[in-house]
């Protein structure tokens, strides 16, 4: 597979999943958050039609409960015989309006004494099985079956005199009322029922009375199973289509405790879910046109950054190839072009870099010859030493002669000292690490130190920041290290000069800094001062900060070179408080 190919289809990994993963999970939490607010609307509906349905029963109800308690009632023991009743029947019909289809005052016979349609007056009403009872504060109320549009509402009139039955009153109510209730909130997609405790339809709205559905019809199919939620169903009488069956039963008002009746509201299914089925499409149109992008771009920056690619990989086996070296690839945009160009340089400097690990290995093995070296010098410089001291001892040596025996001596001795410290950087101990207080090892050393810096007037202070100074350390090497790095400065500084050692706390690790006021270091240098051979001070050799720095590194540590807040240099350097030993 060619980079190309593997960039493309590693970008529309990359930029189509994720575009799909938040297309689908914003689809979800949008189609979830519009079906809550459906579901809650159809819900809402249901229970407003439930109030609705309650508060116009409830005020029939009361009408006829109050009415039986008025005096005019009492006419009715006297058949009515001036009419007052029949003018207030009359009278309270008008006033509702179209509420009522008849008013009617009956004797205990069921005969109509007095009526709001005089017509009616002389009459029997038949007396038929309650539908439904009800007792309020004012008294029992017993409603009749629904009979040619009219829903009869009776309650017993009792003598404000004798406390005996006079008979009833019945209050017609117009049952196009509760349906015209119905079909306010019903539509061509949306239906509403009413149904009792049984599951028997109360009253139904137009598109359902238009298939059949009548009072006291078998609704059972409708029924929910717990009302006051919402419902799918698809196999309900009079409306086989997938609907959603929001639900509300009657909880009364006030102290009418209702007939617990349950409203229903009937939603299609598919008009309710319109609005999440679009919003499905207009995800699937922006993911659609996501991908195109997506793809086209995805092509565009894979070969963008493949031709440079290509042409790099071309160079390098070119490269590989005996012969003059190929010209350098065409440079690519931002990074890739950087690439090209390091690798470029990186290809011109590996010649530059094997000649430096040439010179590196004749440097390993001159180590070695100057450690061989350094050996063998230290017999025979014995052996001068000795004999410069014998000659010495002799009696006729002239005073010239006794002079040059002492510089003989004395330039043995410092050739001794040079080749002893040849053979310490040659031979390097590991550490053998135990647990000791860094602090207490710097007060040591500067005590070993302090008769030379008090010869010398340098002042040599030490602040011991560190709470926690324990750490695995080779004592005897890391006091190796501080003589090494404050003699250096003892050497350098002139009378007057100051030395600050300081030790501080870190995470995991002990940091301990050496400075001085003397001439520094210079930039340029303080990358090299550490490397073998290399010196600044007159009459030094370059090899004490090279073992510094081997010391430091073999305990997990290490030394850098830096500008003193004093003004001159600064050694600062830091050991782990532990390092795990290996097997």
Same mark, same amino acid.
């Given at each position: 597979?060619?980079?190309?190919?593997?960039?493309?289809?590693?970008?529309l990994?990359?930029?189509?999943?994720?575009?799909?993963?938040?297309?689908l999970l914003?689809?979800?939490?949008?189609?979830?958050?519009m079906?809550?607010?459906?579901?809650?609307?159809?819900?809402?509906?249901?229970?407003?039609?439930?109030?609705?349905?309650?508060?116009?029963?409830y005020?029939?109800?009361?009408?006829?409960?109050t009415?039986?308690?008025?005096?005019?009632?009492?006419?009715?023991?006297?058949?009515?015989?001036?009419?007052?009743?029949s003018?207030?029947?009359?009278?309270?019909?008008r006033?509702?309006?179209?509420?009522?289809?008849?008013?009617?005052?009956?004797?205990?016979?069921?005969?109509?004494?007095?009526?709001?349609?005089?017509?009616?007056?002389?009459?029997?009403?038949?007396?038929?099985?309650?539908?439904?009872?009800?007792?309020?504060?004012?008294?029992?109320v017993?409603?009749?079956?629904?009979?040619?549009?009219?829903?009869?509402i009776?309650?017993?009139?009792?003598?404000?005199?004798?406390d005996?039955?006079?008979?009833?009153?019945?209050?017609?109510l117009?049952?196009?009322?509760l349906?015209?209730?119905?079909?306010?909130?019903?539509?061509?997609?949306?239906q509403?029922?009413?149904?009792?405790?049984?599951?028997?339809?109360i009253v139904a709205?137009?598109?359902?009375?238009?298939?059949?559905?009548r009072?006291?019809?078998?609704a059972?199919?409708?029924?929910?199973?717990q009302?006051?939620?919402?419902?799918r169903?698809?196999?309900?009488?009079?409306?086989?289509?997938?609907?959603?069956?929001?639900?509300?039963?009657?909880?009364?008002?006030?102290?009418?405790?209702?007939?617990?009746?349950?409203?229903?509201l009937?939603?299609?299914?598919?008009?309710?879910?319109a609005?999440v089925?679009?919003?499905?499409?207009?995800?699937?149109?922006?993911?659609?046109?996501?991908?195109i992008?997506?793809?086209?771009?995805?092509?565009?920056?894979a070969?963008?950054i493949?031709?440079?690619?290509?042409?790099?990989?071309?160079?390098?086996?070119?490269?590989?190839?005996?012969?003059p070296?190929?010209?350098?690839?065409?440079?690519?945009? =931002?990074? +890739?072009?950087?690439?090209n160009?390091?690798?470029? &340089? @990186? #290809?011109?400097?590996?010649?530059? !870099?094997?000649? %430096?690990?040439?010179?590196?290995?004749?440097?390993?093995?001159?180590g070695?010859?100057?450690?061989?070296?350094?050996?063998?010098?230290?017999?025979p410089?014995?052996?001068?030493?000795s004999?410069?001291?014998?000659?010495?001892?002799?009696?006729v040596?002239?005073?010239?002669g006794?002079?040059?025996v =002492?510089? +003989?001596e004395s330039?043995?001795?410092?050739l001794? &000292? @040079? #080749?002893?410290?040849?053979?310490? !950087?040659?031979? %390097?101990?590991?550490?053998?690490?135990?647990?000791?207080?860094?602090?207490?090892?710097?007060?040591?050393s500067?005590?070993?130190?302090?008769?030379?810096s008090?010869?010398?007037?340098i002042?040599?202070?030490?602040t011991?920041?560190?709470?926690?100074?324990?750490?695995?350390?080779?004592?005897?090497?890391?006091?190796?290290?501080?003589?090494?790095?404050?003699?250096?400065? @003892?050497?350098l500084?002139?009378?007057?000069?100051?030395?600050?050692?300081?030790t501080?706390?870190?995470?995991?690790r002990?940091?301990?800094?050496?400075?001085?006021?003397?001439?520094?270091?210079?930039?340029?240098?303080?990358?090299?001062?550490?490397?073998?051979?290399?010196?600044?001070?007159?009459g030094?050799?370059?090899?004490?900060l090279?073992?510094?720095?081997?010391?430091?590194?073999?305990?997990?540590?290490?030394?850098?070179?830096?500008?003193?807040?004093?003004?001159?240099?600064?050694?600062?350097?830091?050991?782990?408080r532990s390092?795990?030993?290996i097997?």
């Amino acid at each position: 597979m060619t980079i190309r190919r593997l960039l493309l289809g590693a970008f529309l990994l990359v930029g189509l999943l994720p575009a799909i993963g938040l297309t689908l999970l914003a689809f979800g939490q949008t189609r979830t958050a519009m079906l809550g607010e459906i579901e809650q609307s159809v819900q809402r509906s249901a229970s407003a039609l439930s109030d609705d349905v309650d508060r116009q029963l409830y005020e029939r109800l009361l009408n006829a409960t109050t009415w039986s308690h008025l005096e005019v009632m009492e006419d009715l023991r006297l058949d009515d015989v001036d009419k007052r009743l029949s003018n207030f029947l009359a009278e309270m019909k008008r006033r509702y309006g179209s509420v009522y289809r008849d008013l009617l005052a009956i004797d205990a016979q069921g005969r109509i004494v007095a009526s709001s349609d005089p017509q009616r007056i002389g009459q029997t009403l038949a007396p038929v099985p309650p539908w439904f009872t009800t007792t309020l504060p004012g008294g029992a109320v017993q409603i009749d079956p629904v009979r040619d549009g009219r829903l009869p509402i009776r309650t017993t009139l009792i003598s404000q005199f004798t406390d005996a039955a006079l008979g009833e009153l019945v209050l017609e109510l117009d049952w196009r009322l509760l349906e015209n209730a119905l079909d306010a909130v019903s539509d061509s997609t949306r239906q509403a029922l009413v149904i009792d405790a049984q599951g028997r339809v109360i009253v139904a709205s137009a598109a359902l009375r238009e298939r059949g559905a009548r009072p006291r019809d078998d609704a059972r199919g409708w029924q929910p199973q717990q009302p006051g939620t919402i419902e799918r169903r698809s196999d309900g009488p009079w409306l086989p289509q997938p609907v959603l069956v929001g639900s509300s039963r009657s909880d009364g008002i006030g102290r009418f405790e209702g007939l617990g009746w349950t409203s229903l509201l009937l939603q299609s299914r598919d008009v309710a879910l319109a609005p999440v089925t679009r919003m499905g499409w207009i995800f699937a149109g922006m993911l659609a046109a996501t991908a195109i992008v997506t793809i086209l771009a995805s092509s565009w920056v894979a070969g963008l950054i493949a031709r440079p690619v290509i042409a790099l990989t071309q160079f390098t086996r070119l490269y590989m190839q005996p012969g003059p070296p190929p010209p350098a690839p065409p440079r690519g945009p =931002g990074e +890739i072009g950087e690439l090209n160009d390091s690798f470029v &340089r @990186l #290809v011109e400097a590996l010649q530059r !870099s094997q000649a %430096t690990l040439t010179q590196a290995s004749k440097l390993a093995a001159l180590g070695e010859i100057t450690a061989l070296m350094a050996h063998e010098v230290r017999t025979p410089l014995g052996i001068l030493r000795s004999s410069a001291q014998m000659l010495k001892l002799e009696p006729v040596l002239t005073p010239e002669g006794s002079e040059l025996v =002492g510089i +003989i001596e004395s330039e043995t001795e410092r050739l001794n &000292r @040079l #080749v002893g410290s040849m053979l310490d !950087s040659a031979r %390097t101990r590991a550490p053998i690490r135990r647990p000791d207080d860094l602090n207490d090892i710097i007060r040591h050393s500067l005590t070993l130190l302090a008769a030379q810096s008090r010869d010398r007037g340098i002042r040599v202070d030490f602040t011991a920041e560190a709470k926690r100074p324990m750490l695995d350390c080779d004592s005897e090497q890391i006091s190796q290290v501080l003589l090494n790095l404050v003699m250096n400065a @003892l050497q350098l500084l002139p009378r007057g000069g100051h030395v600050q050692v300081q030790t501080r706390d870190d995470d995991t690790r002990l940091i301990v800094e050496v400075a001085d006021d003397g001439p520094g270091i210079a930039a340029e240098d303080r990358s090299r001062i550490f490397e073998p051979f290399v010196f600044k001070r007159e009459g030094g050799i370059g090899l004490g900060l090279a073992v510094v720095r081997q010391i430091l590194r073999q305990h997990g540590g290490d030394i850098v070179a830096d500008a003193s807040p004093l003004g001159g240099a600064l050694f600062r350097f830091w050991l782990p408080r532990s390092l795990p030993e290996i097997a």
